[in-house]
C-alpha cells in the first residue's frame, strides 16, 4: 500500500491524512508506519487539569497513581487526555485555551501528527465548572419523556463539543437491583425497558452534538451483593440476559453508541474486565458493536490489585487487552512499558494491539482528528485572541438561559407527587414552616457527578459558578405573602436531636409545615447518596426519621419533601403526612420545579422509576419478580413497596375507558393491536403516563409477574380525550429460554395497560399461536403507542 498520496499541483500527504480515503485504508496505512511504542501510546490516557490561567494543562496526581512525566510520553504520541475540565475549577474559556495549547504541543511532538482524545464526566451535565448541574438519571428516569432527555443530551453534548471534548462518560445504563447500592442516583431505574430508551435517547442527542457516548458499566455492576460497590455480583446467565443487558443492546442497536465502559465487579468468578466472552463475543461479534471499549478507571490494574486473577501489570494488561478493552483509563499504567515489554517478549501477541489500535484510530479519523486541516482552537474561542488569556475570562457560558429553561423542565417532569389528602397545591398559607436539613442548603439538588459536589467541596474558596436557589429561596418567591419560618431540625446524618424540639415549635405554630429530607451527595463514604455510600438499610439518614415522626405528631399537617439519591421508607409518613413530594436530586432547577409542585404552578407528572420501599430491610427488592419475590405465605417478610415502579399523582384526574382488541391472536412472529381512551375528567390540564406491562401466565421458565414493554405521556386539557392504539409485538414476549437462546412461546398472555406497575387500569387478554420461535439481536423491542384526538362530546 502507498502511504504517501500526490494530488496534481498540491504537496504529497500521508495516506492517513487523505479525507478522500476510507477509513479503513487511512487506518491500515497508519498503523503499518508505526512502531510498537507508538501504537501502544494510542491504547492510554493521562489524567490532567486545565490551567486556570490559560497554559498547558498539567498532569493530574492522583493517590492510586505515580506521577505522569508528560516530556517523556508525548513524543510516541498519546490516545487520550483525562478530564481536563473536571479536575479542577477553571473558567470554561481559559480550559478551552488550556486544553488547544495542550493539543497542539500533542500534536506537534508526535511523528503523525495525531492529536489526543480527550474526554471528560457528563452524568448530570457537562462536569465542568460554570456547567449548568441538570438533574442527576434517576430523575430522568422519573421523566418518562425520551423526547426530553434528548433534548438536554444535545445541549451537554454542544456545549462539551465547544470546548473541545470528544467523549462523553456517560449514560450509566446498569439496572436497580439493590437500591441500598449509592450509585443509585446514577442510574436510570429499576426496569430494564425505561433504563433502555431514556438511555438510549441520551445517546442520540449527546452523539448528535459531535459527542462520543460511553456506555457504562458493562456489565453487572448495579447487581453487587448486598449493595456494596465493587463487590462481586451473583447473577445467573437469565438475569443477566434478561435484564441486565437489554439497556446496552437497545443503546447500541438504536442509539449508535460509539464507546463502552466495563463494569468492575466479577461476576460467578470473572471480571468483566477480562470477559472476552462479555466483550468481544456478545458486544462485537453478536451485537456488531465497532466502536471503542475504555476501561473504568483503575479497572486494568484491578486485575491485579483486586480481583488477583494477574500477577503483574503485564499480566492485567494481557488479559483485559485479548478481553476487548481498547483504551486503559485514566492514566497510563498498564498499557504502557508493561505491554509493550510483553509484545516484545512474546507474552502479548502484537496482533491483540493492532486490534485495539485500529479501532482508536478509526474513532480518531471519525472525529476528524487524523485530517490534515484538524485545527486545536475549538470553536468557543473563534476569533480569540490567545495571547490575552485575561481578556478570555468569562467569554464562554455553560449556563446559559436556555440551559437553565432545559434543566428547569427536566426537573418539573420528574417531581413525583407520592400522596396527598388535598393539602397540594398549597394555596395561599399565611404561615409556613420549612424544616428539615434541605431546607436551606443550596447544594441539596445535586448528584455525587455535579461538579459542585465532585470536584468543588475540594476547593471551598472557589465560588460554585452556577447559581443554586435553595428551597427558602424558591419558596419565597412562590408565596410572596407567606410568612416563613426556617428551623432544621437535624442534620443530614449527623443524628443531632437538639434542634427537633425548635423544630416542633416552629411547626405548631404554623398553618402548613413543609419538611425537607434525603440525601448528600458524595463520594466514597463523605456524603449519603454517590459512589462509594452505600447504606446497610433504607432508612432515612441520621436523625431524619426522628425529626419527622415528631412533626407527625402534631397537629400542623406535614408535607414532606425528598431531595434525595435513592428511595427512602418513610415510616408513618406513608399514612399520616399531608402529602409526598419526592425529587432525585434534581439539579440547579430543582427547587424551581419543587416550589410550583407545591404552589400548583406545575402540575406534577413524574412517575416512580424505583420503588419506594415500605419498610427499610426488606431489600433486595424491585417490582421487576417473580411470584415468590413478591408477597407470600410462605415467608413473613412482605416487600410489598409503600409506592410502586411507576407510581405518581396529579391534581387532574384522568378516566381510562373503551377498550377493544383488535386482533387478539397473533402467531409467534405477529403483533396484537388494540385501542382505548385516556380522558382528562378533571379541572386542570395534566399529563398521564400510560405504561404498557405484559404478564405471561405460564412459560418454561420462571418469569417476573409483570414487566414493562412500552409507554407514552400523554398530556391533555380539561375534557379531553386522546384515543391510544397499542401495537404490542411478539418479540417483546422472548425471554431467555432453558437453552440459553431467546424464545418467543405460543400461549396466553396479559397486556396490561396502566398507571403504575400495581395500578393496572385496562386488561386485555390475548394469544401467540403457533410454534415455538427464537428471536436475536435483531428483534423488535419496543410495544409502540400512538395517539388520536378525541371529538369532546
Given at each position: 500500500?502507498?502511504?504517501?498520496?500526490?494530488?496534481e499541483n498540491?504537496?504529497?500527504?500521508?495516506?492517513?491524512?487523505?479525507?478522500?480515503?476510507?477509513?479503513?485504508?487511512?487506518?491500515?496505512?497508519?498503523?503499518?508506519?508505526?512502531?510498537?511504542?507508538?501504537?501502544?501510546?494510542?491504547?492510554?490516557?493521562v489524567?490532567?487539569?486545565?490551567?486556570?490561567?490559560?497554559?498547558?494543562?498539567?498532569?493530574?496526581?492522583?493517590?492510586?497513581?505515580?506521577?505522569?512525566?508528560?516530556?517523556?510520553l508525548?513524543?510516541?504520541?498519546?490516545?487520550?487526555?483525562?478530564?481536563?475540565?473536571?479536575?479542577?475549577?477553571?473558567?470554561?474559556?481559559?480550559?478551552?485555551?488550556?486544553?488547544?495549547?495542550?493539543?497542539?504541543?500533542?500534536?506537534?511532538?508526535?511523528?503523525?501528527?495525531?492529536?489526543?482524545?480527550?474526554?471528560?464526566?457528563?452524568?448530570?451535565?457537562?462536569?465542568?465548572?460554570?456547567?449548568?448541574?441538570?438533574?442527576?438519571?434517576?430523575?430522568?428516569?422519573?421523566?418518562?419523556?425520551?423526547?426530553?432527555?434528548?433534548?438536554?443530551?444535545t445541549?451537554?453534548?454542544?456545549?462539551?463539543?465547544?470546548?473541545?471534548?470528544?467523549?462523553g462518560?456517560?449514560?450509566?445504563?446498569?439496572?436497580?437491583?439493590?437500591?441500598?447500592?449509592?450509585?443509585?442516583?446514577?442510574?436510570?431505574?429499576?426496569?430494564?425497558y425505561?433504563?433502555?430508551?431514556?438511555?438510549?435517547?441520551?445517546?442520540?442527542?449527546?452523539?448528535?452534538?459531535?459527542?462520543?457516548?460511553?456506555?457504562?458499566?458493562?456489565?453487572?455492576?448495579?447487581?453487587s451483593?448486598?449493595?456494596?460497590?465493587?463487590?462481586?455480583?451473583?447473577?445467573?446467565?437469565?438475569?443477566?440476559?434478561?435484564?441486565?443487558?437489554?439497556?446496552?443492546?437497545?443503546?447500541?442497536?438504536?442509539?449508535?453508541?460509539?464507546?463502552?465502559?466495563?463494569?468492575?465487579?466479577?461476576?460467578?468468578?470473572m471480571?468483566?474486565?477480562?470477559?472476552?466472552?462479555?466483550?468481544?463475543?456478545?458486544?462485537r461479534?453478536?451485537?456488531?458493536?465497532?466502536?471503542?471499549?475504555?476501561?473504568?478507571?483503575?479497572?486494568?490494574?484491578?486485575?491485579?490489585t483486586?480481583?488477583?486473577?494477574?500477577?503483574?501489570?503485564?499480566?492485567?494488561?494481557?488479559?483485559?487487552?485479548?478481553?476487548?478493552?481498547?483504551?486503559?483509563?485514566?492514566?497510563?499504567?498498564?498499557?504502557?512499558?508493561?505491554?509493550?515489554?510483553?509484545?516484545?517478549?512474546?507474552?502479548?501477541?502484537?496482533?491483540?494491539?493492532?486490534?485495539?489500535?485500529?479501532?482508536?484510530?478509526?474513532?480518531?479519523?471519525?472525529?476528524?482528528?487524523?485530517?490534515?486541516?484538524?485545527?486545536?482552537?475549538?470553536?468557543?474561542?473563534?476569533?480569540?485572541?490567545?495571547?490575552?488569556?485575561?481578556?478570555?475570562?468569562?467569554?464562554?457560558?455553560?449556563?446559559?438561559?436556555?440551559?437553565?429553561?432545559?434543566?428547569?423542565?427536566?426537573?418539573?417532569?420528574?417531581?413525583?407527587?407520592?400522596?396527598?389528602?388535598?393539602?397540594?397545591?398549597?394555596?395561599?398559607?399565611?404561615?409556613?414552616?420549612?424544616?428539615?436539613?434541605?431546607?436551606?442548603?443550596?447544594?441539596?439538588?445535586?448528584?455525587?457527578?455535579?461538579?459542585?459536589?465532585?470536584?468543588?467541596?475540594?476547593?471551598?474558596?472557589?465560588?460554585?459558578?452556577?447559581?443554586?436557589?435553595?428551597l427558602?429561596?424558591?419558596?419565597?418567591?412562590?408565596?410572596?405573602?407567606?410568612?416563613?419560618?426556617?428551623?432544621?431540625?437535624?442534620?443530614?446524618?449527623?443524628?443531632?436531636?437538639?434542634?427537633?424540639?425548635?423544630?416542633?415549635?416552629?411547626?405548631?405554630?404554623?398553618?402548613?409545615?413543609?419538611?425537607?429530607?434525603?440525601?448528600?451527595?458524595?463520594?466514597?463514604?463523605?456524603?449519603?447518596?454517590?459512589?462509594?455510600?452505600?447504606?446497610?438499610?433504607?432508612?432515612?439518614?441520621?436523625?431524619?426519621?426522628?425529626?419527622?415522626?415528631?412533626?407527625?405528631?402534631?397537629?400542623?399537617?406535614?408535607?414532606?419533601?425528598?431531595?434525595?439519591g435513592?428511595?427512602?421508607?418513610?415510616?408513618?409518613?406513608?399514612?399520616?403526612?399531608?402529602?409526598?413530594?419526592?425529587?432525585?436530586?434534581?439539579?440547579?432547577?430543582?427547587?424551581?420545579?419543587?416550589?410550583?409542585?407545591l404552589?400548583?404552578?406545575?402540575?406534577?407528572?413524574?412517575?416512580?422509576?424505583?420503588?419506594?420501599?415500605?419498610?427499610?430491610?426488606?431489600?433486595?427488592?424491585?417490582?421487576?419478580?417473580?411470584?415468590?419475590?413478591?408477597?407470600?405465605?410462605?415467608?413473613?417478610?412482605?416487600?410489598?413497596?409503600?409506592?410502586?415502579?411507576?407510581?405518581?399523582?396529579?391534581?387532574?384526574?384522568?378516566?381510562?375507558?373503551?377498550?377493544?382488541?383488535?386482533?387478539?391472536?397473533?402467531?409467534?412472529?405477529?403483533?396484537?393491536?388494540?385501542?382505548?381512551?385516556?380522558?382528562?375528567?378533571?379541572?386542570?390540564?395534566?399529563?398521564?403516563?400510560?405504561?404498557?406491562?405484559?404478564?405471561d401466565?405460564?412459560?418454561?421458565?420462571?418469569?417476573?409477574?409483570?414487566?414493562?414493554?412500552?409507554?407514552?405521556?400523554?398530556?391533555?386539557?380539561?375534557?379531553?380525550?386522546?384515543?391510544?392504539?397499542?401495537?404490542?409485538?411478539?418479540?417483546?414476549?422472548?425471554?431467555?429460554?432453558?437453552?440459553g437462546?431467546?424464545?418467543?412461546?405460543?400461549g396466553?398472555?396479559?397486556?396490561?395497560?396502566?398507571?403504575?406497575?400495581?395500578?393496572?387500569?385496562?386488561?386485555?387478554?390475548?394469544?401467540?399461536?403457533?410454534?415455538?420461535?427464537?428471536?436475536?439481536?435483531?428483534?423488535?423491542?419496543?410495544?409502540?403507542?400512538?395517539?388520536?384526538?378525541?371529538?369532546?362530546?
Amino acid at each position: 500500500m502507498n502511504a504517501i498520496v500526490a494530488v496534481e499541483n498540491t504537496p504529497a500527504i500521508p495516506l492517513w491524512n487523505d479525507t478522500t480515503a476510507s477509513v479503513t485504508a487511512r487506518v491500515d496505512a497508519l498503523i503499518d508506519a508505526m512502531t510498537l511504542q507508538e501504537k501502544t501510546a494510542q491504547l492510554y490516557g493521562v489524567w490532567v487539569g486545565a490551567s486556570d490561567q490559560g497554559g498547558e494543562v498539567a498532569p493530574h496526581q492522583h493517590d492510586m497513581e505515580e506521577a505522569v512525566d508528560l516530556d517523556a510520553l508525548l513524543p510516541t504520541g498519546l490516545g487520550q487526555l483525562t478530564r481536563p475540565f473536571g479536575t479542577g475549577p477553571v473558567d470554561p474559556a481559559l480550559g478551552a485555551l488550556s486544553l488547544a495549547r495542550t493539543q497542539a504541543r500533542i500534536a506537534a511532538t508526535n511523528r503523525f501528527g495525531i492529536p489526543a482524545l480527550a474526554h471528560d464526566e457528563c452524568l448530570a451535565g457537562f462536569a465542568a465548572w460554570g456547567a449548568t448541574a441538570y438533574p442527576v438519571p434517576l430523575s430522568w428516569g422519573a421523566t418518562f419523556d425520551p423526547d426530553t432527555v434528548r433534548r438536554m443530551a444535545t445541549a451537554i453534548g454542544r456545549d462539551m463539543r465547544a470546548v473541545g471534548v470528544h467523549q462523553g462518560l456517560a449514560p450509566v445504563l446498569d439496572v436497580v437491583r439493590d437500591a441500598r447500592w449509592g450509585r443509585t442516583e446514577e442510574t436510570i431505574g429499576e426496569d430494564p425497558y425505561l433504563v433502555g430508551t431514556i438511555g438510549t435517547a441520551y445517546v442520540q442527542g449527546l452523539q448528535s452534538a459531535g459527542i462520543v457516548a460511553t456506555l457504562k458499566h458493562f456489565a453487572g455492576h448495579s447487581a453487587s451483593r448486598a449493595g456494596r460497590n465493587l463487590a462481586p455480583s451473583s447473577v445467573g446467565p437469565r438475569e443477566r440476559a434478561d435484564v441486565l443487558l437489554p439497556p446496552f443492546e437497545m443503546a447500541i442497536r438504536e442509539g449508535g453508541a460509539r464507546s463502552v465502559m466495563n463494569a468492575y465487579t466479577d461476576t460467578d468468578g470473572m471480571p468483566s474486565a477480562a470477559d472476552e466472552d462479555l466483550l468481544t463475543g456478545l458486544l462485537r461479534d453478536t451485537w456488531g458493536f465497532d466502536g471503542t471499549v475504555v476501561a473504568d478507571y483503575f479497572a486494568i490494574a484491578f486485575l491485579k490489585t483486586l480481583h488477583g486473577i494477574a500477577a503483574d501489570w503485564a499480566g492485567a494488561a494481557r488479559a483485559a487487552l485479548r478481553a476487548g478493552i481498547d483504551v486503559e483509563l485514566p492514566n497510563v499504567k498498564t498499557y504502557g512499558t508493561p505491554l509493550a515489554e510483553a509484545v516484545a517478549d512474546g507474552r502479548v501477541p502484537e496482533a491483540l494491539v493492532d486490534r485495539a489500535l485500529r479501532r482508536v484510530l478509526s474513532q480518531k479519523a471519525v472525529l476528524g482528528l487524523l485530517d490534515p486541516d484538524w485545527n486545536a482552537v475549538p470553536a468557543a474561542l473563534d476569533g480569540a485572541d490567545p495571547d490575552d488569556p485575561a481578556a478570555l475570562r468569562g467569554r464562554i457560558d455553560l449556563d446559559s438561559p436556555e440551559n437553565r429553561a432545559l434543566a428547569r423542565t427536566v426537573a418539573e417532569e420528574a417531581v413525583v407527587l407520592l400522596s396527598n389528602d388535598g393539602t397540594l397545591p398549597l394555596g395561599r398559607p399565611r404561615r409556613i414552616a420549612l424544616l428539615g436539613p434541605n431546607a436551606d442548603e443550596p447544594t441539596a439538588v445535586l448528584g455525587c457527578y455535579s461538579f459542585p459536589q465532585h470536584i468543588g467541596v475540594h476547593h471551598p474558596a472557589t465560588p460554585l459558578g452556577i447559581a443554586l436557589p435553595t428551597l427558602r429561596e424558591t419558596l419565597a418567591t412562590e408565596f410572596p405573602d407567606a410568612e416563613i419560618t426556617v428551623a432544621r431540625g437535624t442534620g443530614i446524618d449527623d443524628g443531632d436531636l437538639s434542634g427537633i424540639p425548635e423544630a416542633a415549635r416552629v411547626a405548631r405554630e404554623a398553618d402548613v409545615a413543609v419538611v425537607a429530607l434525603g440525601d448528600r451527595a458524595g463520594l466514597f463514604g463523605r456524603g449519603t447518596s454517590g459512589e462509594g455510600c452505600d447504606v446497610e438499610a433504607l432508612a432515612l439518614p441520621g436523625a431524619q426519621q426522628h425529626l419527622l415522626d415528631t412533626l407527625l405528631d402534631l397537629e400542623t399537617p406535614v408535607v414532606t419533601v425528598l431531595l434525595a439519591g435513592r428511595p427512602y421508607a418513610l415510616g408513618r409518613a406513608v399514612q399520616e403526612s399531608a402529602a409526598i413530594v419526592q425529587s432525585f436530586f434534581p439539579g440547579e432547577e430543582g427547587t424551581q420545579a419543587i416550589a410550583g409542585v407545591l404552589s400548583g404552578r406545575t402540575n406534577p407528572s413524574g412517575r416512580l422509576p424505583v420503588s419506594v420501599p415500605r419498610g427499610p430491610n426488606s431489600q433486595p427488592t424491585t417490582y421487576l419478580g417473580a411470584r415468590l419475590a413478591h408477597r407470600s405465605e410462605v415467608s413473613n417478610i412482605d416487600p410489598t413497596p409503600a409506592f410502586a415502579f411507576g407510581h405518581g399523582l396529579s391534581y387532574t384526574r384522568f378516566d381510562w375507558t373503551d377498550l377493544t382488541v383488535d386482533i387478539p391472536q397473533a402467531p409467534t412472529d405477529g403483533e396484537f393491536v388494540l385501542a382505548f381512551t385516556v380522558r382528562n375528567s378533571g379541572g386542570r390540564s395534566g399529563t398521564e403516563v400510560v405504561q404498557v406491562y405484559l404478564h405471561d401466565p405460564v412459560a418454561s421458565v420462571v418469569q417476573p409477574v409483570q414487566r414493562l414493554v412500552g409507554y407514552t405521556r400523554v398530556g391533555l386539557e380539561p375534557g379531553e380525550a386522546r384515543r391510544l392504539r397499542v401495537t404490542v409485538p411478539a418479540d417483546v414476549a422472548s425471554f431467555t429460554g432453558r437453552d440459553g437462546r431467546r424464545v418467543v412461546e405460543p400461549g396466553e398472555l396479559e397486556v396490561r395497560l396502566s398507571a403504575s406497575s400495581a395500578d393496572p387500569r385496562l386488561t386485555a387478554r390475548v394469544t401467540l399461536t403457533g410454534a415455538e420461535r427464537h428471536v436475536d439481536h435483531t428483534r423488535r423491542l419496543h410495544a409502540t403507542v400512538g395517539q388520536e384526538p378525541v371529538a369532546r362530546a
